[in-house]
Nanobody, 126 residues
Framework: VQLQASGGGLVQPGGSLRLSCAVF????????MSWFRQAPGQEREFVTG????????DYVDSVKGRFRISRDAAKDTVYLDMNSLKPEDTAVYYC????????????????????WGQGTLVTVSS
């Protein structure tokens, strides 16, 4: 399984950006797909996730109401729409897949993810 993330770039505060993550190698109904981010000098943190089976989502408090995760099952692709971006959103964003054999909550720990994309840099600056 390979993940390919794209869509990062430079955006001004208050602006919007859409990230995409394509999964090559197939998805399974119990998978969870999530976005993490890592700012310079900081640990990687969970941002948001979506369950493939029922599109249930989870968001970290700092992005609620500003970010939206969605999936296109036909394309095996997950999207992250980021609005009202702030300088503190600046980070490398990674998509990841947690492969599960049965339904489970979306994990927030990076240790529970099996596959990772290469990361895409998002810079929010004027």
């Amino acid at each position: 399984v390979q993940l390919q993330a794209s869509g990062g770039g430079l955006v001004q505060p208050g602006g919007s950006l859409r990230l995409s993550c394509a999964v090559f190698g197939g998805t399974f109904s119990n998978d969870a797909m999530s976005w993490f981010r890592q700012a310079p000098g900081q640990e990687r943190e969970f941002v948001t996730g979506i369950r493939w089976r029922d599109a249930k989502t989870d968001y970290v408090d700092s992005v609620k109401g500003r970010f939206r995760i969605s999936r296109d099952a036909a394309k095996d692709t997950v999207y992250l729409d980021m609005n009202s971006l702030k300088p503190e959103d600046t980070a490398v964003y990674y998509c990841a897949v947690a492969r599960r054999i049965r339904p489970a909550p979306i994990p927030r720990s990076s240790d529970e993810y099996n596959y990772w994309g290469q990361g895409t840099l998002v810079t929010v600056s004027s």
